[in-house]
């Protein structure tokens, strides 16, 4: 046992309680999003990071409470509000089997599925449910086998019951058919009619929730409350907004967000308290509930250290069990990167394509002109500023002018509504989509012709250790490129990096790590490749400031076809700065095609529809950046 988590949990353990208290002890978690691995806290320090012992700690600290626990006559509770296993391959590559041996030896009391709980489909949630042993709730989530509404538990006579309670905006989060037949109903009726069933049966009303804190509660709070007081009435968005109609909910524990809160939300007006852990399980979040066991209410609450709930799992502090980190390193070790997969088997079952597109987009506003150009690759690159930034107004405009274009590839950044993007790519049918599985923040998509590429495999290389491409790692995509004679392997890498604050230093730092890891693809003879996407900073940057160095500097191996332009006031990627931060890089196996004939150019949409503001307002404040290549065998 390590001596510094000893002596914690001895402080966590000795205060005084009178003969008719009891201490319950709140652990919670939430986001973890399949990092159960050990991964340096960059956060904390980028150059010197201590190292974080994820989900080995994490059972370390859990087991030693409780042991404690039982010797005081206290009682732990441990639950987790969704997310849990989408976010590393670790997680996805089985859809979670692994995450749920993890959770059944840390013996969690319940759990409530996440939005990227569903992304691999309902029948593999109800599959997770079988092999958990612990339950499943979620009392307004209609269509999924083996959920229950609710869990009661006894601690020294005093009964909890646990009421499992989903967000209401599933669609926005997934693509339509990983949620087939699943629906939601509404919050507070829901919660109302739980309260009915278990009130004769408990003592204290807990809710485990998949709606979150919002980033700035305070703020967000302020807001709510002027709308009531305005006779608006909004639909129930986070926890903290349940909170205000819950007089009869002692705790809400919620997740949905990966910001995670030292200190308790308390309403105002009906007392209850709420809690959120940080994401990626950076550490494990702990309040201690004085229960007065005559009473049979909730005292008062403890903070189980100075800096408030949340125990960051620092191998320094919480020495990892053993066995299980072993085992999570085994596992790591078995989802590595893609980097040497041989697609000659799979490229020779794919014909040839004749590459032709004759369908419209069913929307024709816009006087958009076609870019495509005959026998060249076009690939574009598209920041769209938290798609769909004007709801359906920005999927109609997306929609008519993907198809108006006529280019072959689009790298996307900054998709918010998953839902409202496969929407909108099907009213666009000669074309595709991949989406980013691993990314917490801001979702990437690379949009391709049916008619001309074919997938032949996906990775996301740094999703185990994303702080320096800022929770989004890169994604990367194989096609096979077939049109008429010509068949092709191309990779493209889409990218959107980490921009203010310390994004000099994270892009800085990104680079080195995506450099070597092309330059691999490159010796493995994966010499086609085409980086885009919004790289955030400046090519004209120089010395200490310029993030792309590590590229600049290969000029054998790399080359920013958008160097040619960036001094161009009239081709700006970002006007309102105004400045260029949108970028495509390609490898050696293209330079000489693009210095004979290649294309590179800023689309200019707005002169199109109406001008800037109206682009601005309608879909992005940033321009796409377009690349022609001629394409040979």
């Known amino acids: 046992m390590n001596r510094i988590i000893s002596l914690a949990i001895s402080v966590i353990f000795a205060g005084v309680l009178s003969g008719e208290s009891f201490r319950l002890h709140l652990l919670f978690t939430n986001n973890i999003h399949g990092a159960i691995h050990e991964v340096p806290a960059r956060f904390i320090n980028p150059e010197f990071s201590p190292i974080l012992s994820g989900g080995a700690g994490a059972y370390t600290y859990v087991n030693q409470l409780r042991k404690e626990a039982k010797k005081s006559g206290d009682f732990v509770l441990l639950t987790d509000a969704g997310n849990f296993f989408q976010g590393t391959q670790l997680g996805t590559e089985d859809g979670g089997s692994r995450m749920i041996r993890w959770m059944n030896w840390m013996n969690y009391d319940a759990f409530v599925p996440g939005v ?82 278990v009130r004769e049966e408990v003592d204290l009303i807990f809710v485990l929730s998949h709606l979150g804190l919002p980033y700035n509660r305070e703020k967000e709070y302020e807001k709510f409350i002027i709308k009531i007081s305005q006779n608006d009435f909004p639909s129930i968005r986070n926890a903290l907004e349940l909170a205000h109609y819950t007089n009869d909910v002692d705790v809400i524990i919620t997740g949905g967000f990966n910001k995670g809160y030292n200190t308790p939300w308390v309403d105002p007006n ?8 940080y994401g ?26 100075k800096r408030g709930m949340m125990i960051n799992l620092f191998t320094d502090d919480i020495w990892p069990d053993a066995a299980i980190a072993d085992t999570i390193k085994t596992w790591v070790s078995s989802v590595g990167s893609k980097l040497k997969v041989d697609y000659s088997e799979k490229i020779s079952t794919i014909n040839n394509n004749d590459c032709l597109s004759n369908r419209k987009s069913p929307y024709d506003d816009y006087s958009v002109p076609s870019l495509g150009k005959e026998n060249m690759l076009d690939i574009m690159t598209w920041n769209m ?65 049916k008619n001309m590429f074919t997938v032949l495999g996906q990775d996301e290389p740094f999703a185990f250790d994303d702080y320096y491409f800022a929770g989004r790692p890169p994604l990367v995509v194989d096609f096979l490129y077939s049109c008429g004679e010509v068949k092709q392997e191309i990779c493209i890498v889409n990218m959107h990096l980490k921009c203010c604050g310390d994004g000099l230093y994270r892009r800085q730092q990104s680079m080195k790590q995506l450099h070597s890891f092309l330059m691999e693809k490159i010796s493995n003879g994966k010499n086609k490749i085409v980086a885009i996407g919004d790289w955030n900073d400046e090519l004209q940057d120089t010395g200490i400031y310029q993030s792309f160095s590590p590229f600049i500097n290969d000029r054998d191996n790399f080359l920013f076809v958008t160097e040619g332009i960036v001094g161009d006031s009239t081709q700006q990627s970002y006007p309102s700065w105004p400045s260029f931060l949108d970028h495509i890089m390609i490898s050696n196996g293209f330079i000489d095609l693009f210095e004979e004939q290649g294309i590179i150019r800023s689309v200019n949409i707005d002169e199109w529809i109406g001008g800037w503001n109206e682009y ?16 040979k065998q």
């Open 116 to 197: 990227r709980d569903f992304d691999q489909g309902v029948s593999n949630l109800e599959r997770l449910n079988r092999e958990a042993n612990f339950p499943f709730l979620g009392a307004n989530l209609m269509g999924v086998g083996g959920l229950k509404d609710n869990k009661i538990l006894d601690f020294g006579g005093v009964k909890v019951g646990v009421i499992g309670l989903f967000t209401p905006f599933l669609n926005e989060g997934l693509l339509p058919e990983n949620y087939e037949g699943v629906s939601v109903a509404d919050l507070l009726e829901t919660l109302k009619e739980q309260i009915a069933a």
């Open 270 to 277: 009906t007392h209850t308290i709420v809690v959120q852990n």
């Open 280 to 305: 990626n399980l950076t550490g494990i979040g702990h309040l201690t509930l004085n229960i007065n066991k005559e009473k049979k209410v909730i005292e008062d609450y403890s903070l189980p250290t």
């Open 385 to 449: 500023e938290r798609f769909p930034l004007d709801g359906n107004n920005t999927m109609k405009a997306v929609a008519e002018i993907i198809k108006d274009l006529d280019v072959d590839i689009i790298g996307v950044q900054e998709v918010i509504k998953i839902g409202d993007f496969a929407e909108m790519m099907s009213w666009i049918p000669d074309y595709d989509f991949v989406l980013s599985r691993h990314s917490s923040f801001l979702e990437q998509a690379i949009i391709y012709k």
């Open 616 to 631: 601005e307002n309608t879909i992005s404040d940033h321009r796409p950046i377009l690349l022609s290549l001629p394409i």
